[in-house]
């Protein structure tokens, strides 16, 4: 290829990542607006319904079984979607990608994945002002909604992003069959963390490792499908 072909190619194909993803945007528009009205019918027209006491009930049953130990494994298991964590992963997993695949699709990959999925999480709980659940918190309580789980959502996002990466990217089944099982270990993983330590009603978390799931899904069909 020449070098005027190869500038060619380039430009090409910064045109093609930056208009995928400017297609993200009334995606993740989309999901704000179904996540602000399911937190909002949570908190208010379904306050006091069955539903509100079957959440409550879990978080109450996860308490009154507490012990030190279990206090102990969970309260390390949360930072496996902890905001320094996700950040650090991301970063490194951003530059190793960039620097080995010498191009920026899965890199704006897994950068738009972490960064939509925190985007649409804080603007949920802008408009969302669910408490937290009725029980001894372990942990000290963030300045925002209980609905939806910011640390479950980013556990999907992050550890679903580098299975999307490994099946696309790579051939060998041992890191393909790797990447599976965390994707699936560590958002359980830490949701059960935050149920127990206090933190979130079993709605919370569902709904935010749905968030993860729906968010990675559609950044990969939108940035990753023009090669698979």
Wanted: charged share 15%.
């Amino acid at each position: 290829m020449t070098r005027t072909g190869a500038s060619q190619s380039k430009t090409d194909n910064r045109q093609n990542v930056v208009g995928a993803t400017s297609r993200l945007l009334p995606a993740a528009i989309l999901l704000w607006g179904v996540y602000a009205l399911i937190g909002n019918l949570l908190t208010h027209s379904l306050k006091r319904s069955g539903l509100e006491r079957w959440d409550a009930s879990v978080d109450r049953s996860l308490a009154a079984h507490r012990s030190g130990g279990w206090n102990t494994l969970t309260h390390y298991a949360t930072f496996a979607a902890e905001t320094s964590t996700v950040i650090v992963a991301g970063l490194v997993i951003f530059v190793l990608l960039r620097v080995r695949l010498k191009r920026w699709r899965e890199s704006l990959f897994i950068a738009i994945a972490l960064i939509g999925e925190v985007s649409i999480f804080v603007g949920t709980t802008l408009v969302v002002n669910r408490p937290r659940p009725p029980v001894p918190h372990l942990d000290q309580a963030p300045p925002t909604s209980s609905f939806p789980s910011g640390h479950t959502a980013a556990a999907v996002a992050l550890y679903g992003s580098l299975a999307v990466l490994a099946f696309y990217a790579s051939r060998r089944g041992w890191l393909r069959a790797l990447a599976a099982v965390l994707a699936v270990l560590a958002p359980v993983m830490v949701a059960v963390s935050r149920m127990y330590r206090g933190m979130h009603f079993p709605t919370d978390v569902m709904a935010g490792g749905l968030l993860g799931i729906l968010w990675v899904t559609i950044t990969a069909r939108v940035l990753l499908a023009r090669r698979r």
